[in-house]
């Protein structure tokens, strides 16, 4: 069986292998992976300069609108652009991939048969070039739409003209019982129409649309269709006294599948479309502008598909399949249809010719490329093409069985571009919910050194920081609002720093809205006097630990000397914090420290993140005595996600451990003085693989809180522990960016 497409297409054989121009199908197959849709640009635009010399303006100007269903993608509108052509759409999402590309909304036809307020309102405001009204119905909905937005517009309506074309009964349209449009019978509903337009300055009422179906090979179909629309129209103007001057002919142009289907000559018919209006016209209508859909007769046979061939078997049966890497999933027309493609094997065109069935490898019976075909003789690691799937295939593609769209490829002459790229498998999962979504409690994270990361990566040359990492981690995670600190390890300008990372937080509320962040200082050794804690206060922070580890002009450090607590001077600074209202922050502090710090202040106090000294003697965790010393002025244990404070023993840091340590905690804290302080350090590059390892970064935080539920605590005590405990007390704080 010769293919009509090896006719038409520039494919030629050598060496038993078959090409696309110089391109060998196999070597664009491995190039470009498979399931592959190829588009001939070549035969593309001989298409388009066919309808563009035939179907031009004379007396009457005629336009082709490209029906974007049956295929789309940016790089194809440019093309259409070339050529002036316009472009239909049905749906919010055909509107916003117009917007996407650039299209000019005036050559962009809107259908649909149920428009949703919002693609109205869009498209009237876009100013498309034609709404097509589908019903009195929606034509009540644009005149109160156009009214408020002020915007005029013009209308068509759809007509159901009742000529029944030849096709599958899913592409009839125009049956009298079908759901599109408005009968051509009812003149009562078309008085109606027209008085409301008439009513209404802001709607131009243009004229009539008809669509019969699609892939229909009889040009009876579209000639009776012609002057069935023709009479009518001529009728309506008699009977309301008006002119209309557009008619719209719908798409449906049908090609051919196989050698022998029929295919509509195009020149012939928009030949006749034109003719026989301008014959109603000298008969005293008015049409002046003539339009016609097509899509399938456009895009159908200027593209093939490739698939890799992954081996053949037998059935006991006796019927010999061929298995195909794509099928159901990229051309959904033969399971729906039962449309039938031609085949070949790229890699063995000369090969013997056998009767297989050519199947793809989804879970269904149905999921078939070709049925009883003869095929030359496929083998693993060939590659087979079918042809003519230009139309309605990528368009009506899957993600069924973990498919994964392909990509789109245009070559014309000696050039290939990817007009539509292969999806990826993390495409696959970009809408699910995570688990993190799916659980009711949000963390308030007490200690992230967020700022630092900025500071740090700012200086290393690092981009858009926030937004790549922390934006999306955060996003995917079960923390609802935090409190951000720049750590200070060394001696370096902090305010300088601080200044930096808050530059790199600019965008912060539309890349992270409600989250509720506080800014907070880890350690104070680069504040050398009050007055610089003053300007990082005026600067937005109001958290500071007076240590990291070290010890330094204010206090002592939990790996410093045991016996220095804090100086004179650190005594007010503490008193000063006390005085501005900021979070006195504990952590870090030696034993002695903390106590002398207790001695001071009583308010305001937290210890955001360690574990318990009652199963790791880590000089960050807090002894039992410590625990209640902080429980009794209302201070907040921040738990922590740090590896070592869990044991000292390296196989001990599990995630019953920390379990231990979380029981133990609450057990002296109570419910009501508990918080969680993850010390997240996967993106810090000194400190990788810090934490627990089951809740390695924020992503995995919601083990947390299904590690509370359980341990058997309540909603209200996972609330108040998670979140509420420290955004009660602190939310007054939070910065705002
Ligand atoms: N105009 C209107 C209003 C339409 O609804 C359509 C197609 C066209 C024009 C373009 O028809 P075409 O020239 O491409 O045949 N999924 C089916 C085809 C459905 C067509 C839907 N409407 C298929 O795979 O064959």
């Not at 179909?221 to 009479?231: G, I, N, P, Q």
Request: charged share 25%; glycine share 6%.
């Amino acid at each position: 069986m010769k293919t009509n497409s090896l006719q038409t297409l520039k494919m030629n054989v050598v060496d038993n292998e078959l090409y696309l121009g110089k391109y060998k199908i196999s070597d664009l197959g491995k190039e470009y992976n498979t399931p592959l849709y190829v588009f001939d640009e070549n035969h593309l635009r001989a298409k388009l300069d066919l309808y563009k010399e035939h179907f031009k303006d004379n007396d009457v100007s005629c336009r082709v609108v490209y029906a974007s269903k049956a295929f789309f993608a940016p790089y194809l509108l440019d093309i259409l652009n070339e050529y002036n052509m316009m472009i239909d759409s049905v749906s919010m999402g055909d509107l916003m991939m117009i917007e996407h590309a650039h299209f000019d909304f005036s050559k962009v036809v809107l259908h649909g048969n149920y428009k949703k307020e919002e693609e109205l309102e869009f498209a009237i405001n876009k100013g498309v070039g034609y709404l097509v009204a589908d019903s009195l119905e929606e034509l009540k909905n644009i005149d109160l739409i156009t009214r408020k937005l002020n915007k005029d517009i013009h209308v068509l309506l759809r007509i159901n003209s009742g000529v029944e074309a030849h096709t599958h009964e899913y592409m009839q349209t125009a049956k009298l019982n079908s759901k599109f449009g408005e009968s051509i019978y009812d003149f009562d509903l078309h008085k109606k129409f027209i008085d409301i337009c008439k009513k209404n300055s802001l709607i131009h009422f243009d004229g009539y649309h008809s669509h019969i179906g699609s892939s229909i090979s009889e040009a009876s179909s579209f000639s009776e269709a012609s002057k069935v629309m023709l009479d009518f129209i001529g009728e309506i103007e008699k009977r309301n006294g008006i002119t209309i001057n557009t008619l719209n002919l719908g798409g449906g142009f049908g090609i051919k599948y196989l050698d022998d289907d029929k295919m509509i000559d195009i020149k012939e018919m928009v030949t006749n479309i034109v003719s026989r209006v301008k014959e109603y016209n000298d008969k005293g209508l008015h049409i002046k502008n003539i339009l016609i859909e097509p899509g399938r007769s456009i895009v159908g046979d200027s593209s093939f598909t490739i698939y890799r061939c992954g081996g053949t078997k037998k059935s006991y049966g006796g019927k010999t399949y061929v298995f195909a890497d794509g099928g159901m999933t990229d051309n959904i027309r033969p399971a729906l249809y039962g449309a039938k493609y031609h085949v070949d094997n790229a890699s063995n065109m000369n090969g013997n010719k056998v009767l297989v069935d050519v199947v793809g490898p989804c879970c269904e019976s149905g999921d078939v490329v070709r049925s009883d075909i003869y095929l030359q003789e496929a083998k693993d690691g060939d590659y087979l093409v079918t042809y003519c799937t230009g139309a309605y295939c990528y368009a009506m593609s899957s993600n069924y069985n973990g498919a994964i769209r392909s990509a789109t490829i245009f070559v014309r002459d000696d050039e290939v571009k990817v007009a539509v790229n292969r999806e990826s498998y993390n495409d696959l999962s970009k809408s699910f919910s995570t688990l993190n979504d799916i659980r009711k409690h949000k963390v308030f994270d007490c200690h992230c050194d967020v700022l630092y990361d900025l500071w740090t990566r700012k200086a290393q040359g690092v981009k858009n920081r926030f937004k790549d990492y922390h934006v999306n981690q955060l996003r995917n995670s079960s923390i609802g609002g935090a409190l951000w600190t720049m750590y200070s390890e060394f001696d370096f300008n902090l305010i300088e720093a601080c200044k930096i990372a808050l530059e790199e937080l600019k965008e912060k509320e539309k890349l992270l809205p409600n989250f509720p962040v506080i800014l907070g200082l880890e350690g104070l050794r680069n504040v050398h006097e009050i007055s610089e804690l003053d300007t990082l206060y005026d600067m937005g922070f109001r958290h500071a630990m007076v240590t990291w580890n070290e010890e330094n002009k204010w206090a002592t450090g939990a790996k410093s000397n045991p016996e220095r607590g804090f100086t004179e001077d650190g005594i007010k600074l503490l008193k000063h914090m006390e005085e501005k209202g900021m979070i006195i922050d504990l952590a870090h502090t030696n034993e002695k420290s903390f106590y002398d710090a207790l001695k001071v202040v009583k308010k305001n106090i937290i210890y955001s993140h360690g574990l318990c000294k009652a199963f790791c003697l880590h000089p960050r965790n807090l002894t039992d005595a410590q625990l209640k010393a902080l429980k009794e002025v209302d201070g907040l244990f921040g738990i922590t996600l740090a590896n070592s404070f869990i044991s000292e023993n390296e196989e001990n840091r599990t995630f019953d451990m920390f379990k231990k340590h979380v029981k133990h905690a609450i057990d002296i804290m109570g419910v009501d003085n508990i918080c969680f302080g993850f010390d997240f350090m996967d993106y810090l590059s000194e400190f990788p693989n810090s934490n627990l390892i089951d809740v390695s970064d924020a992503t995995f935080s919601y083990r947390i809180i299904d590690m509370l539920e359980e341990m058997g605590y309540n909603n209200e005590e996972i609330d108040k522990m998670c979140y509420k405990n420290f955004f009660d007390r602190y939310g007054h704080l939070v910065h705002k960016f």
